[in-house]
């Protein structure tokens, strides 16, 4: 028999309960928990699996639409792409893990949003990544930079699945908390989406996949904590990946699915066991009993408490109809994975654990979801933002080429080209573009992908930040001439137990939701990661919108490349919006202001426009305007298209302002253009045009060789 620790205030204290948590467990249960029952209600209702500080807020966003099949409370959100296609796709946060090791952290981060995809009928046809950093001269953002490409490229690279975008900042707000956002998107058919709920009395649950180590114990619990100096400490609650093992649940999962014996199956990711096996159970209104001697374990002596809390990699948990019990053990043992059965569904609402012949626990098993502590957490509302007075002037020209040589706007080639995105030949648009596009296999169908927020925006007025956010994704797609459809999000922020984070948090849903309705980009999925704080000290609030557009054939795509000759059309009105912008923070490490407001009206209106002209043969070329404005714009057309660029004069406000809802379009007719425009009741002027080896803004200029070289410098000089 093992001896278990006893149950005190330490203790409770270690498994992040708070006092009137501990003590809504006693009156729930009427005694005092078991060790192991202690340490599932820790896994259960921790911040990172109960939402217990966000649900209320979370309820307020649009989920629904007519492209909507599933939304949030799946593994993955689905969206109807016709001919009876659907694309399954979520955003999740490994933040916690991968500052603590950054390899791991950020391959398990790969490997568990991959597994919420398949886990539902999909086969992945794309990842992407937002990544978060500390600025460049913090003692620990090289090895932590290094770290998380290589393991998201380890995993992803190894799995196959291509990697198409993402985005990744630097700023000191993240010097003790890196976020690692990672998305996967996979291709279903309609008539075959498998779910989670657990059906029938009596019916086998059972264990797939790789076997059951230490690694991970605790880790959920982790990340619904803050950072101190006992941070190392937290080293052993990190998982660890095995890609080619993913690979194989994979194609064994989809395999399996085809024989019909799943009637429900979830992926094993946070709390492992313990979340898996309750979700199962509450949404299908059953109880469920595990006899853990027959759970596969790679260690020895593994105890009740440490098999439920595990979070090892590459494991499902399934509910079975056991009349196709020896075709379904055939696929796993085909692709040499364990197949358990480690239990059974009962009509009580109880979750009972085994072991060894030991009753480990017997708990209410909808208390420990459904009825989870909930908390409208006390907040204030961030002040507003004092105007910006005294920009500064700039040389145009120069301080282009300095902006477009920061780590923040530089080229990501060397982030990106780690990452394999061509595997399986149906990429279209690779990383560096406004969005991802990948081929629906076999058809002339596609879809883009794109990931977008500014923080800066978001600290500032959250309300307009979460606005813009979605505003940015909307643009992305629009300007590679996808429809959108629809929205991941992932929220990142500090401790919701201080009211100005949680107004932060407030607001940037209060902006978030107002945009995916007006834009009609419901959210299907997402992930809320709270307490990224290292003593005390909390990140920008960065609430990252994954979206998902269509191209319903691939004459409908538009390129950022442009033409030798080309005119540049700028769509869209502009005040000259300064406040927040790239120029002041990186040229004068300023952050002042207010963010940039969002007219969602004109936002929809000129992606509509976008599209429509593109689709009449009226523009050659397209590109949004977000950080560093109408000169950053410019520079990243006049690169794709290898070719220079003559804009004409403004003052700094004009070339660097960040004001929203506008694009550059490049026409072989711009008369044409900005008639449809006007009709359209659309904002544009001709500003320029496409031609020679130099970028002109104005009375100033620059060549494109020395823009080339600063942008290709300003990644590789501090991480290679």
């Known amino acids: ?26 009156d729930l249960m009427g005694r005092t928990p078991t060790f192991t029952e202690l340490g599932i209600f820790s896994a259960m209702w921790n911040e990172h699996c109960s939402y217990k500080s966000s649900k209320k807020w979370l309820r307020t966003l649009p989920t629904e639409g007519p492209q909507v099949i599933c939304g949030p409370g799946e593994n993955a959100g689905i969206v109807d792409i016709g001919d009876g296609d659907a694309i399954v796709f979520k955003m999740e946060s490994h933040n916690h893990p991968s500052y603590i090791e ?47 490409v290589e393991g998201v490229g380890g995993y992803g690279n190894c799995f196959g699945v291509p990697t198409v975008g993402g985005e990744v900042r630097f700023h000191e707000a993240y010097n003790g908390n890196c976020l690692v956002n990672a998305f996967a998107a996979g291709l279903a058919k309609t008539d075959s989406i498998f779910y989670s709920a657990a059906s029938g ?41 095995d890609p080619f093992t993913e690979k194989r649940l994979m194609e064994a999962t989809l395999e399996l699915m085809q024989t019909g014996a799943v009637i ?42 440490e098999m439920m809390l595990s979070e090892s990699q590459e494991r499902m948990l399934m509910v079975l109809n056991p009349d196709l019990e020896a075709e379904a053990k055939a696929v796993f043992d085909k692709w040499d994975l364990d197949f358990a059965i480690v239990g059974e569904t009962i009509a009580e609402d109880r979750f009972i654990i085994m072991h060894n012949g030991e009753l480990k626990a017997d708990l209410p098993l909808k208390a420990l979801s459904g009825t989870a502590p909930e ?35 530089s080229s990501r080639r060397w982030v990106y080209e780690q990452y394999d995105h061509m595997v399986m ?32 925006y978001c600290k500032a007025n959250p309300t307009e930040g979460g606005k813009q956010a979605v505003a940015e994704a909307y643009r992305n797609l629009c300007a590679t001439g996808a429809k959108p459809l629809a929205t991941t999000d992932n929220l990142n922020f500090g401790n919701p137990e201080k009211p100005e984070i949680m107004g932060q948090f407030v607001g940037c849903i209060k902006g978030i939701g107002e945009a995916v309705s007006a834009l009609d980009m419901p959210i299907v999925s997402g992930n809320v990661s709270l307490y990224n704080e290292t003593d005390g000290e909390g990140i920008l609030p960065t609430p990252t919108i994954g979206a998902v557009g269509l191209l319903e054939n691939l004459d ?43 007219d969602l009206a004109a936002e929809k209106a000129a992606g509509e426009f976008v599209r429509n002209a593109h689709r009449a043969g009226q523009i050659t070329a397209a590109h949004d305007l977000s950080d560093g404005g109408l000169a950053l714009a410019v520079a990243d057309m006049a690169l ?43 904002d544009a002027i001709e500003i320029g045009s496409f031609g020679g080896t130099d970028i002109t803004l104005g009375d100033t200029s620059t060549t494109l060789a020395d823009i080339k070289a600063a942008s290709d410098a300003g990644i590789p000089s501090f991480a290679a």
């Open 1 to 26: 028999m093992t001896i278990e620790p006893e149950i005190n205030e330490q203790l409770i204290k270690d498994h992040g309960l708070a006092p009137n948590e501990y003590q809504r467990i006693l």
């Open 102 to 148: 950054p390899y791991q952290g950020a391959a398990t981060g790969v490997g568990g949003i991959l597994r919420d995809v398949f886990t539902m009928g999909a086969r992945p046809i794309a990842a992407m990544n937002s990544l978060s950093f500390g600025e460049i001269t913090h003692p620990k953002t090289k090895s932590l930079v290094n770290g998380v």
């Open 201 to 241: 009395v009596g019916m086998p649950v059972v264990y797939l996949g790789a076997k059951t180590g230490r690694d991970g114990v605790g880790g959920a619990t982790m990340a619904s904590a803050e950072f101190d100096d006992t941070i190392e400490d937290k080293r052993p609650t990190v998982q660890v990946g």
């Open 264 to 305: 429900s199956i979830q992926d094993m990711g946070a709390a492992g066991l313990t979340c898996s096996a309750v979700e199962m159970g509450d949404k299908g209104n059953l109880g469920v009993k595990l006899t853990l001697e027959d759970v596969p374990i790679r260690e020895e002596n593994m105890t009740a408490y």
């Open 375 to 409: 908390y409208d957490r006390p907040w204030v509302e961030t002040p507003t933002a004092a105007p910006l007075t005294d920009a500064p002037e700039v040389n145009a020209a120069d301080a282009l080429v300095k902006l477009i040589g920061t780590p923040n706007y």
């Open 425 to 456: 030949a149906d990429t279209v648009v690779r990383p560096g573009s406004d969005a991802g596009v990948v081929r629906i296999h076999g058809t002339d169908k596609a879809v883009a992908f794109t990931s977008d927020v500014t923080p800066r």
């Open 556 to 598: 409908q795509m538009i390129r950022v490349r442009p033409n030798d000759g080309d005119t540049l059309v700028l769509i869209g009105k502009t005040d000259g919006h300064l406040g927040q912008s790239a120029l002041l923070k990186e040229l004068f490490n300023r952050e002042d202001g207010d963010a940039p407001h969002v």
């Open 640 to 682: 794709a298209g290898n070719v220079g660029a003559t804009i004409k004069a403004g003052d700094t406000g004009w070339f660097f302002g960040e004001d929203q809802a506008r694009y550059l379009l490049a026409t072989k007719d711009a008369d044409a253009l900005i008639t449809a425009a006007k009709s359209a009741e659309i």
